[in-house]
């Protein structure tokens, strides 16, 4: 399924009633009136993120055509549900191992996450409605493959759905500079969900306090921080080595 942007009101409105996976829909600045509140409100009951934005930027979406103050993205892929990856473990004979990413804007940085999660042997991906990058074409060509393997969730709210997962018997571990322990001293062999955070400002205040734990990547140089991408990889792997040694 490729990246596809739709213009026009009705193709909009259409769009959104199909049930096709909707990254996002911009919608002209100003007041809203009309089919524009119509398709605001069709996108608000369906959890699809409304941005606001100018005509010059709508302009040049639709190359154009006549986008009537309004322009969407649709998904490159389709998405999965949490429970699918729950499921995806439970067929595979294995506890669930979960990367759970935090207001990751950048769907380069999505798709090496989606594509690491594959080689690590991640059940699958979760990531926000909101505040996130989607399965864009972009996303989608940085993961090389890996979406048509790797379940990507999109969830509504974060927390929440955190506190399902340890409902389930997951353990929840954030990467986080102020971590107590790093990921060489940290217990990765059970049931686990990583949450890794944005590159400018971490995991958010309401998803650390549903972390069980905390966890940092040693630093020995000037930097403070890694790419997300990055720092996701090397907690995937932490994974992935502890359960191997488990098995040994």
């Known amino acids: 399924m490729e990246t596809e942007i739709v213009i026009g009101r009705n193709p909009v409105l259409e769009l959104i009633r199909s049930g096709r996976p909707v990254d996002k829909i911009l919608i002209k600045s100003g007041p809203v009136e009309g ?10 009951d369906m959890g699809v993120t409304v941005v606001k934005t100018d005509k010059k930027r709508l302009d040049a979406l639709s190359g154009g055509g006549n986008h009537q103050g309004v322009a969407a993205y649709a998904a490159a892929h389709s998405y999965a549900e949490v429970d699918d990856i729950l499921k995806a473990a439970s067929e595979k004979g294995e506890m669930p191992f979960i990367v759970v ?3 990751i804007c950048d769907p380069h940085n999505l798709g090496a996450i989606i594509r690491t999660a594959n080689g690590a042997g991640a059940h699958g ?11 864009t074409a972009a996303a989608a060509k940085a993961a090389a493959g890996a979406v048509e393997f790797v379940p990507v969730a999109r969830v509504t709210n974060i927390a929440k759905t955190l506190d399902n997962l340890k409902e389930k018997g ?3 571990t954030g990467m986080a500079g102020e971590g107590e322990k790093n990921i060489y001293e940290a217990d990765f062999t059970g049931p686990i969900a990583i949450v890794v955070g944005s590159e400018g400002s971490g995991i958010s205040r309401l998803v650390k306090e549903k972390c069980d734990f905390l966890v940092k990547i040693p630093m020995a140089g000037e930097i403070e921080s890694l790419n997300a991408s990055v720092a996701a990889a090397l907690s995937m792997y932490e994974v992935t080595r502890a359960r191997n040694v488990r098995q040994m």
């Open 125 to 135: 991906v979760i990531i926000s409605r909101h505040e996130s990058a989607g399965l």
């Open 170 to 172: 997951v353990w929840v």
């Open 101 to 103: 990413c935090d207001r």
């Open 35 to 44: 089919s524009l509140k119509k398709i605001e409100a069709a996108a608000k």
